[in-house]
């Protein structure tokens, strides 16, 4: 189930890639779900949990992947928080849709 609350709520993670930069762990790069959302958003191809092969970039780490790309990795992978979607393009929506069908998800959206 996907519940959204616009404007401003309190404890929600605004800033997804310094979050993302802090928190997230190598094994979330591998997952299935992952590399299908790395393939579709960022043309990429996971190669191992710290090496992803862009087209444009090169090989980078997964630090260097799009914003909205990150934040459905925290969406998928953090329960703890609730995430600001806002960084979220509109390529993000049907995978916001998919993770809701897997799992209960609460996401934000700001002005």
Not at 7 to 29: A, C, H, L, P, R
């Amino acid at each position: 189930m996907l519940k959204i609350y616009f404007g401003d709520m309190k404890d929600s993670i605004y800033n997804t890639s310094v979050y993302f930069k802090n928190q997230y762990e190598d094994e979330w790069i591998i997952q299935p779900l992952v590399k299908e959302i790395i393939k579709d958003i960022d043309k990429s191809e996971v190669l191992d949990s710290n090496l992803i092969d862009s087209p444009v970039l090169g090989k980078i780490s997964p630090l260097q992947l799009a914003g909205g790309t990150k934040t459905l990795i925290l969406m998928i992978n953090d329960d703890s928080r609730v995430f600001n979607a806002s960084t979220c393009g509109d390529n993000c929506a049907k995978w916001i849709l998919k993770i809701a069908e897997e799992k209960d998800l609460i996401i934000n959206f700001i002005n």
